[in-house]
């Protein structure tokens, strides 16, 4: 693992962006995964500013979604893939045709069945680029999930349910998502993980202690063989 600690968010973003961008400019039609959460919205913003200026070309890059709220999809502001087009698939100029993504109004283990026979056909996962939550779940994998486990409908843990209402203009009931399962995040070929805010120093410090545990599910991406751990200084700050 290479663990680099940036002074500010702001450059912690935009490192990230140039990483990501590295790799889809090595493969242009690489498969990519992107973690939907506020400590990505700089990233997005710098790839999404890339491509405007001609830098970058992710015409043939294919998306799969990480994760969704049930009962939510593309059409409801604060849903992860509402999230997704306002930040990188419309500014990007990602072909619709390319993005696979949960929908949560849909039948929940059909589309759980259908993003991982997309997977298993077209898989793995090329570049995969995950938050870390407050309880150090990745996407949606609480704690106590199996490593071994594939695409599922989750009961979202309090922590998950409380914080998640940041995303909303009104007060969610937000019970359960769907996600990919840990199987398929550690299959990617190359992952990056994003740690930002003083509010998040006490679960950085338990993902980089070094401790491999599910009860903090992005401990088990520790073992992976091409990971990069960044953090801004707040979040390193313990």
Excluded at 74 to 85: K, L, N, T, V
Excluded at 115 to 120: G, V
Excluded at 142 to 168: H, M, N, W
Excluded at 172 to 185: A, F, N, T
Aim: glycine fraction near 10%.
């Amino acid at each position: 693992m290479i663990e680099t600690v940036f002074s500010n968010g702001r450059k912690l973003g935009e490192y990230s962006a140039r990483w990501l961008a590295s790799r889809i400019r090595q493969q242009p039609g690489a498969l990519i995964c992107l973690a939907a959460g506020h400590t990505q919205r700089t990233t997005y913003t710098a790839l999404s500013r890339m491509v405007c200026a001609g830098e970058l070309d992710m015409s043939r890059a294919r998306i799969i979604g990480l994760d969704e709220w049930e009962g939510l999809n593309a059409s409801d502001q604060g849903s992860c893939r509402y999230f997704m087009d306002e930040t990188l698939f419309k500014p990007a100029a990602i072909p619709p045709e390319r993005i696979v993504f949960f929908d949560g109004r849909a039948d929940i283990e059909a589309q759980c069945a259908r993003m991982d026979a997309y997977l298993d056909a077209n898989g793995p996962i090329d570049v995969l680029c995950l938050g870390v939550g407050m309880n150090g779940h990745v996407a949606f994998n609480e704690p106590g999930c199996a490593p071994g486990g594939r695409s599922r409908i989750v009961p979202l843990d309090e922590v998950t349910q409380t914080v998640g209402q940041k995303y909303f203009p009104k007060q969610m009931r937000l019970s359960r998502g769907v996600c990919l399962g840990m199987r398929d995040l550690l299959a990617a070929r190359a992952v990056i993980i994003q740690i930002e805010g003083a509010h998040k120093a006490q679960i950085a410090r338990a993902v980089r202690s070094g401790v491999v545990t599910d009860q903090v599910p992005a401990t088990l991406m520790l073992e992976h063989a091409n990971l990069e751990l960044v953090l801004d200084a707040a979040a390193a700050g313990e």
